[in-house]
Structure formats: structure tokens, C-alpha cells
């Protein structure tokens, strides 16, 4: 009885080592990712401004993980059909797995925003976004950032952040098509990120919608934006082994009787009919109850129950509340409550360095206070 974990991002990490803990002996584990790290992915633009932080958020798997079958390869078809999975150095094959893959940024084929639109999803991406960002300091030039969900808010605020380190007069522009900032999240959480932006000294420009990019331009409806150097943050769409696609799972995280889907590959309508937005808190949640409802279904196959399912937990997303670093500040919400400053970025380190030690990795979850808050 195999079980395969394809990815080792939040959902996949937290569902493997879940499982660890539950699988009964007679089934393997096997855990699936193009690297052999895992990646705290909140906190990566961080490493815009404070390299240093990339060694507190890169975890070797082999630290965190007991005893699953770690295989480190790109994940380049699921044949859900014949339950095996392509890898780019061979198939695999299974009784039970979870697509855990996370999303890709999505270009939505706007013409050169894919080839001068630097994402943020990788640190070699924090790594050129930093390089950039001096360079147009050097110049006092301008960055521009498309997207203003989590990451471009974020990383926008990290650019500005950085620019005052150097004394620079860089100016950074955060473009967004919605209305607002942060447009999936709560109307209290909008308007405090939008105020701390401006604090920041980023110019939020919201109704924007880019059309194309040239090397040295963003092109909006109707008007020219130069830049020195362009972020894009504008969307995510599925991993290319799904064929790019984020498929719909519901209450029980289920692509199909032998399939589950967890985490920002897919979109999770919860057990209320309530669509769940891509985040790390979600991706975590959805992991527990995928590895209840894997478990249980391993069992009940080893135990040559057939015939019918044995009952699954239903997925339930209660937000606790929302975060995001703007530079030196932060916005935090719990229920109706609003944070921000000091409070608010305890509240952030607190988030990463919970989920460090939740997976094992304590000395690294001080090592990310210790950058917080220093």
C-alpha cells in the first residue's frame, strides 16, 4: 500500500509528517518534491531586504521527516486513471495521493509580462527582485509592482523598506485591478494595509489594469508607466502537471476515490459552500483533514473493507485572523480587531516561527524571530 505526497510546501510537509504519525506499518510513504527543502513561502519577501533570512526559512525535509521515502524530482504528469504519477526520472506508481504542488504565478498570457515581470515565488526570485531593487536605488529610479494581493503588498512594502536603508529616492508603485488592496481579504484588513502602504511611502494605484510590458514599460489602459525594474505578483494558477489548472475539490479534498488535492493546487470549496482563499493558514488546515481522511481510507483497504467508504471528515475553513509585513510595520486582524505596529509584528513572527517548530525545526523558528523583530 503506497502513498504519495506530491510537494512538500505547507500542505504537503504538514500532511506527510501527519502521516508519519498515523499510517499503519504496512504502508509506504513516499514524498515528492522538486527540492529537498521546504520553503516557508510567507516569508519570502523578506529575503528582498535581509538575505539572511533564507537559511531560517529553507528546511532540509530530511530534518523534519522520520521515515518517508523522500524523492527529490519535478512532478510532470498525474494519471489519475491509472494512479501513477510521471517524474523526471521515472513513474510512480499508487494506492492513495495527495496533489500538494502549490500554484505558479500566472502571466494570464498579457504580452511581456512574462519575460520582464520579475515573480516571487522562489528565493533565486527574492534574490533578482534584490538585485534589481539596488539597482534602481543606485538610480533613485522606480519599481513597479502588479498584484496587490499578500505578495505584492508585501514585497512592495519590503522594496520601499529598503530603498530608506540606502537613502534612496526610489519610488514604488503597487498597481492593482480591483478596487482595493488585498482584494480576497476583509474590508477592515484592505483599509489598514492600504494606510500602512501609504505609510510606507508606496503610491497604490487601485482600478489599474496592465495590458502588456516591454523592457522598460508597463503598459496600463491608456497610459505608459516606465520603470527600472518590474514585479509581478499579479495571480496564480495551477502547477504545469495538472496542466496549469486548479481544480475544484469540496468537503472532503477529494479529486477523485484515490486523489486528494490540498492547498493552493486547487480550490477548496469548505463544507459550507464557502470558497477558501489561497493561503499558508489554509493549506495547513486542509492538511490535517486530508491525512484523517487518507488514514482512514488506507485502513479500511488493508483491512479488505469494500463496497464503501468509511466516513470522512468535512473541511471547515474558520479564519483566525490575517497578517502581512509592510516593511517595518504590520497588519494583523483577529476577528473584528484591528493590529497594527509592534503587536502586529509579534503577531507575524509568531505565525512563522509556529509554524517552525510545528514542523520540527525549532533553532530555525528563533532564528526568523531573532530577523523579525531585530
Same mark, same amino acid.
Given at each position: ?156 512594502? =519590503? ?50 489594469? &496592465? ?7 508597463? =503598459? ?113 486582524? &483577529? ?40
Amino acid at each position: 500500500m503506497r502513498v504519495v505526497v506530491l510537494g512538500a510546501g505547507y500542505a504537503g510537509l504538514t500532511l506527510a509528517r501527519r502521516l508519519e504519525s498515523r499510517l499503519p506499518e504496512a504502508a509506504d510513504l513516499v514524498v515528492v518534491d522538486e527540492s529537498d527543502t521546504h520553503l516557508v513561502q510567507h516569508e519570502l519577501h523578506r529575503v528582498v531586504r535581509h538575505p539572511g533570512v533564507a537559511d531560517a526559512i529553507t528546511v532540509p525535509l530530511d530534518e523534519v521527516l522520520d521515515w518517508a521515502t523522500v524523492r527529490t524530482a519535478r512532478v510532470e504528469n498525474l494519471d489519475r486513471e491509472a494512479r501513477r504519477v510521471h517524474l523526471s526520472d521515472g513513474v510512480l506508481d499508487y494506492d492513495y495521493a495527495a496533489v500538494c504542488l502549490g500554484a505558479e504565478t500566472a502571466f494570464y498570457d498579457l504580452p511581456g509580462v512574462a519575460d520582464y515581470g520579475l515573480p516571487l515565488k522562489r528565493l533565486d526570485h527574492a534574490r533578482a527582485i534584490r538585485d534589481a531593487t539596488l539597482d534602481a536605488c543606485a538610480v533613485d529610479g522606480r519599481m513597479v509592482v502588479g498584484g496587490a494581493g499578500l505578495s505584492g503588498v508585501q514585497v512592495a512594502g =519590503e522594496l520601499a523598506a529598503l530603498a530608506d536603508n540606502r537613502d534612496a529616492a526610489l519610488d514604488v508603485t503597487l498597481l492593482e485591478r480591483e478596487s482595493a488592496v488585498a482584494p480576497a481579504f476583509p474590508e477592515a484588513f484592505q483599509t489598514a494595509v492600504h494606510d500602512a502602504l501609504d505609510a510606507a511611502g508606496v503610491t497604490v494605484r487601485t482600478g489599474e489594469r &496592465v495590458t502588456s510590458a516591454t523592457a522598460d514599460a508597463v =503598459e496600463l489602459d491608456g497610459e505608459t508607466m516606465p520603470y527600472d525594474a518590474f514585479v509581478w505578483t499579479g495571480g496564480i494558477r495551477g502547477p504545469d502537471a495538472v496542466g496549469g489548472e486548479r481544480p475544484i475539490v469540496r468537503r472532503d479534498l477529494r479529486l477523485d476515490d484515490r486523489t486528494f488535492a490540498v492547498g493552493d493546487a486547487a480550490r477548496v470549496v469548505d463544507a459550507d459552500g464557502e470558497a477558501v482563499p489561497a493561503s499558508a493558514a489554509a493549506a495547513i488546515r486542509e492538511a490535517r483533514v486530508a491525512a484523517t481522511n487518507i488514514d482512514r481510507l488506507v485502513r479500511a483497504s488493508l483491512d479488505g473493507e469494500s463496497g464503501f467508504d468509511p466516513r470522512l471528515d468535512p473541511f471547515r475553513f474558520d479564519a483566525p485572523g490575517w497578517i502581512a509585513s509592510i516593511g517595518d510595520d504590520a497588519v494583523a486582524t &483577529v476577528g473584528s480587531k484591528v493590529f497594527t505596529g509592534a503587536s502586529a509584528r509579534a503577531m507575524k513572527a509568531a505565525v512563522g516561527a509556529g509554524h517552525l517548530s510545528s514542523i520540527g525545526a525549532v533553532s530555525r523558528a528563533a532564528n526568523l524571530v531573532a530577523e523579525e523583530l531585530g
